[in-house]
């Protein structure tokens, strides 16, 4: 993609960024950037380091002094708090991306969002929307806090040359997983402790499944390499989602991607991503739907067609719906 001169230009702007230290931090974004730079998007990345205010003060001048020494067509920032910062400038179009926590509140250790904290965070993303260029959000119930008109439901995409088909027992075996064993994937890659993902639900519902079928285990990935979680996903029997909250959980669609089979609460647009999946379950968030789905999919583990349900999120595909919404943008101006 190219201006009437040069290639189009865009500035991303993120708080944090995949590092040998923190290899997990924002890798979607990461990976969305590579796709657009393969369709000839001139991208530069503007990270915003440390913690607390100062993170966002440093951020904010690092931005203004890449905007001074180069030019750029459109600024992209990545997360509300991120926004509000990208904002600040006025000599290029802005693009927000939303992804979750930033519209509908942080959860607090006893898994609870502040009515003050929701309505917080929603009534400012709803103004941040309204005074950006166009808004990228990750499901529809995202949208719906968002300005309609320049709101554009995205996903992340899946790279499908990564999470892809392996040999189910070789996998096994790589793991360590036992041949007479049940293996529930979990993944929790932030915090063991995070209230929203609530792992003491995904362990009450393993103990109510071992009822029945006595050797189950949950296998909780956290600080895992891209190549480990695919080989996980490769060797489980399902994929177990238990989460209050999620804009569209990219473990949801790499698991589609392994054709592992998936149980999981009504959350984000895994409705909508698992639909029509053999073996695939959505479940009220009591241990005892979430057992019973369980056990119906154990019995799906070889047949999932969840690899052609999600071609549609290939990476390259994500990353021409995002570089359509640049060309909107520079075409209104």
Avoid at 133 to 158: C, E, H, Q
Wanted: with cysteine; aromatic share 8%; glycine share 8%.
């Amino acid at each position: 993609m190219t201006t009437a001169k040069r290639p189009l230009k865009v500035l991303h702007v993120m708080g944090g960024y995949p590092t040998a230290k923190t290899p997990e931090a924002l890798v979607m974004a990461k990976r969305q950037i590579d796709s657009l730079r393969y369709l000839g998007v001139d991208i530069r990345a503007c990270v915003f380091d440390g913690q607390g205010w100062r993170k966002y003060s440093k951020g904010h001048a690092r931005l203004r002094q890449m905007l001074r020494d180069e030019p750029f067509d459109i600024v992209h920032a990545h997360y509300a708090y991120v926004g509000w910062i990208a904002r600040l400038q006025c000599q290029c179009p802005l693009v927000v991306s939303f992804m979750g926590s930033d519209v509908v509140g942080s959860f607090r250790y006893k898994g609870i969002v502040g009515w003050m904290d929701a309505v917080g965070h929603r009534l400012a993303a709803f103004l941040l929307s309204a005074i950006s260029d166009a808004s990228i959000v990750k499901s529809r119930r995202l949208g719906k806090w968002t300005v309609r008109g320049k709101t554009f439901v995205i996903p992340n995409g899946v790279d499908l040359g990564e999470f892809c088909l392996l040999n189910y027992a070789q996998c096994r075996q790589e793991v360590g997983f036992r041949e007479d064993s049940k293996y529930v994937i979990f993944s929790c890659s932030e915090s063991l402790n995070k209230p929203v993902k609530r792992l003491d639900l995904a362990r009450a519902v393993v103990e109510r499944v071992r009822e029945s079928l006595p050797k189950v285990e949950l296998i909780v990935l956290s600080g895992l390499s891209t190549e480990q979680v695919v080989k996980y996903l490769n060797a489980g029997d399902a994929l177990l989602l238990t989460s209050r909250s999620e804009g569209s959980p990219n473990i949801i669609k790499e698991a589609l991607a392994c054709n592992l089979p998936i149980v999981s609460v009504d959350v984000g647009d895994v409705p909508e991503r698992i639909k029509g999946v053999q073996g695939c379950y959505l479940a009220k968030p009591n241990p005892q739907d979430l057992a019973d789905k369980l056990c119906l999919s154990f019995r799906s583990r070889r047949h999932s067609n969840g690899r052609e349900k999600v071609a549609d999120l290939a990476l390259p595909r994500v990353a021409e719906k995002v570089l359509d919404v640049y060309v909107r943008i520079l075409s209104r101006r």
